[in-house]
């Protein structure tokens, strides 16, 4: 329970160093010192990898990671590739302990081809390090959308069924231990019932075959830090089920 408090702890500090504005530019974040040993990493992603194009092992039908990032990339499927500079398949390591699953890359995600590296992305790895977890290590991390809607606007639900597929497909490949969805939006199109992200926090839920959990998005917690404690919470329960607890 101490270690729980003090990896609590950490998080806020780490939080707090947001705002601070120290972790800005190059500075990269420490990953926090936590008691037990990470889970051990189904396979390490070979240097440069991380784009999708992982040396994952292929299906029985042939399917592999890098075969879905290459659709992806040249996907024009629905209108969100008219704007976008790069698609953003995800990335990560295969067989991970968890698959996070966002919304659709914003705008630092679209010049990168990455997943989750702007303002929102530092602080989603934070949160991730607090339960040691890690997108290098044994995490994937991809979005229901891969190419930038305009201006950042919500997907629209064509947008979406367009794109699920590339997601499902990588679900089946990557075979996470569990998922977590970050964000209303992505909640609402993974459980196929639209409401506030409270009341999706409440239940239990499977995906695919995986367990599925649900917090919300850390953008909103950077505008409302009163959201803070419950993503705590949703992030021991998934910490917990990881343990086997
Ligand atoms: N927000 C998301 O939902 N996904 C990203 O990849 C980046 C920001
Ligand atoms: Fe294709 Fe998905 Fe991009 Fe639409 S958002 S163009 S479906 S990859």
Redesign the pocket.
């Known amino acids: 329970m101490s270690d729980l408090r003090a990896a609590y702890w950490r998080l806020l500090r780490l939080t707090e160093d947001y705002f601070d504005g120290q972790t800005r530019g190059e500075r990269r974040y420490a990953v926090p010192e936590l008691p037990a040993p990470a889970p051990a990493p189904a396979r390490q992603p070979a240097a440069g990898a991380a784009r999708g194009a992982l040396p994952a092992r292929p299906a029985a039908n042939g399917e592999t990671l890098s075969r879905v990032a290459g659709e992806v990339a040249a996907c024009r499927l629905c209108r969100l590739c008219e704007g976008r500079t790069n698609a ?1 398949p995800g990335e990560g390591v295969p067989n991970p302990a968890v698959m996070v699953i ?5 705008a630092v ?1 679209d010049r990168s081809g990455r ?2 590296v ?1 303002p ?2 530092r602080y989603l790895d934070r949160w991730l390090a607090a339960i040691e977890l890690d997108r290098r290590r044994n995490c994937f991390i991809a ?1 229901v959308v891969k190419c930038r809607p305009p201006g950042n606007r919500d997907p629209n639900p064509d947008e979406v069924a367009a794109c699920m597929p590339y997601l499902a497909r990588q679900i089946d490949l990557l075979r996470p231990r569990a998922l977590l969805a ?2 209303r939006v992505a909640a609402d199109r993974l459980l196929g019932v639209a409401r506030p992200l409270a009341a999706h926090r409440a239940g239990r839920y499977e995906h695919r075959g995986r367990p599925l959990f649900v917090t919300y ?1 850390p ?1 909103a917690v950077l505008r409302d830090p009163s959201l803070r404690a419950p993503v705590w919470e949703d992030l021991r329960k998934l910490r917990a089920f990881l343990d086997g607890a």
Do not use: D, I, K, M
């Open positions: 953003v966002g919304e659709g890359p914003g995600e997943p989750f702007g929102a992305g979005n970050v964000g998005h953008s």
